[in-house]
């Protein structure tokens, strides 16, 4: 019988340690045979490392004494797993729960096509109101537009397609790959590492695919509502930055290219239709610091917050 590879699974926390118990508990009922978890608590304040430390004695848990956006904290896990030579590194967000076959799942599919360093499951919300929904996993791009994309529809096989890109909320990453091609851009400190990281993968002539049979729940902007002034100044600034990164030229180059959807995003449209001002406000910040070139962590003002 094909022994199946080894897995190391990193999930990184920041005062959410309800949906990291929620998350290591449904990693526990996985049905692959040879995997290990490490947690790693990216300076948390709420008591998370001592919460979880008390529900999984067992599990590893890294501290990395202060909050270094989900890319440091994710990195931090993953130089932690290469040091036992993995074949695959399952990297993931703590407000996601697992099925007990999505490894095996989501592993098969990734053996299944050579030279993939990126898999992705199909990711769910939990049900509200009784119903629960798909959201954007896999993306392409489409000239400056980033448009989600779904599996095609494939009989007899398992559906699997490549895409640009993938959500990070769950991305198995083979360990040659990153030996190869290094980690997430600490720079981007929140939003958009994922982006760059799969355009990185397949710049070094990776690919990245998307397999719709496993599937995660997500709870989504669990750590930092992805509605909040916060939020949006990262994600602006580091659409932008990625622009400049990836040869799309950057803010003034993006309004020539595509100005309704630049200036959408900039000016922060819908957050103002809904009478959102700081929101607004947030994402102008963000442009102007990607002009800038600024990178990092960044702390919005109170009275904008």
Same mark, same amino acid.
């Given at each position: 019988m094909d022994r199946l590879p080894s897995?190391? !699974?990193?999930?990184?926390?920041?005062?959410?340690?309800?949906?990291?118990?929620?998350?290591?508990?449904?990693?526990?009922?996985?049905?692959?045979?040879?995997?290990?978890?490490?947690?790693?608590?990216?300076?948390?304040?709420?008591?998370?490392?001592?919460?979880?430390? &008390?529900?999984?004695?067992? !599990?590893?848990? !890294?501290?990395? %004494?202060?909050? /270094?956006?989900?890319a440091g904290g994710a990195n931090a896990g993953i130089r932690a797993a290469l040091e036992r030579d993995p074949a695959y590194v399952w990297l993931l967000n703590n407000d996601v729960e697992v099925e007990p076959d999505t490894l095996t799942q989501l592993v098969d599919a990734a053996r299944a096509h050579e030279r993939v360093g990126i898999a992705g499951p199909s990711v769910w919300r939990p049900p509200a109101g009784g119903q629960a929904?798909?959201?954007?996993?896999? =993306?392409?791009?489409?000239?400056?537009?980033?448009?989600?994309?779904?599996?095609?529809?494939?009989?007899?096989?398992?559906?699997?397609?490549?895409?640009?890109?993938?959500?990070?909320?769950?991305?198995?990453?083979?360990?040659?790959?990153?030996?190869? !091609?290094?980690?997430?851009?600490?720079?981007? =400190?929140?939003?958009?590492?994922?982006?760059? =990281?799969? &355009?990185?993968?397949?710049?070094?002539?990776?690919?990245? %695919?998307?397999?719709?049979?496993?599937?995660?729940?997500?709870?989504?902007?669990?750590?930092?509502?992805?509605?909040?002034?916060?939020?949006?100044?990262?994600?602006?600034?580091?659409? /932008?930055?990625?622009?400049?990164?990836s040869g799309r030229g950057g803010l003034l180059t993006m309004l020539r290219r595509a100005p309704r959807m630049t200036l959408g995003l900039v000016l922060g449209r819908r957050w103002l239709l809904r009478g959102k001002w700081r929101v607004s406000v947030a994402s102008l910040t963000g442009a102007a610091d990607a002009l800038r070139g600024r990178y990092g962590q960044r702390e919005l003002p109170r009275w904008l917050r």
């Open positions: 897995v190391y !699974i990193v999930v990184v926390n920041w005062n959410g340690w309800q949906h990291t118990v929620r998350c290591l508990k449904s990693l526990q009922a996985l049905n692959y045979p040879d995997y290990q978890v490490v947690t790693v608590d990216n300076g948390s304040n709420d008591g998370s490392v001592e919460r979880i430390r &008390a529900a999984f004695p067992a !599990i590893n848990v !890294i501290e990395t %004494g202060a909050n /270094l956006g989900f929904s798909m959201e954007p996993a896999a =993306f392409v791009w489409h000239g400056e537009y980033r448009a989600a994309t779904a599996c095609p529809e494939q009989t007899g096989q398992e559906p699997f397609h490549l895409v640009d890109d993938l959500a990070g909320s769950s991305m198995l990453l083979d360990a040659a790959m990153l030996r190869e !091609i290094g980690l997430l851009d600490e720079r981007f =400190f929140h939003y958009w590492d994922d982006v760059e =990281f799969c &355009a990185r993968a397949r710049m070094a002539g990776w690919l990245v %695919g998307h397999a719709c049979r496993p599937h995660i729940w997500h709870v989504v902007g669990a750590t930092v509502p992805t509605t909040s002034a916060q939020a949006q100044y990262y994600f602006v600034r580091n659409w /932008l930055l990625f622009a400049r990164w």
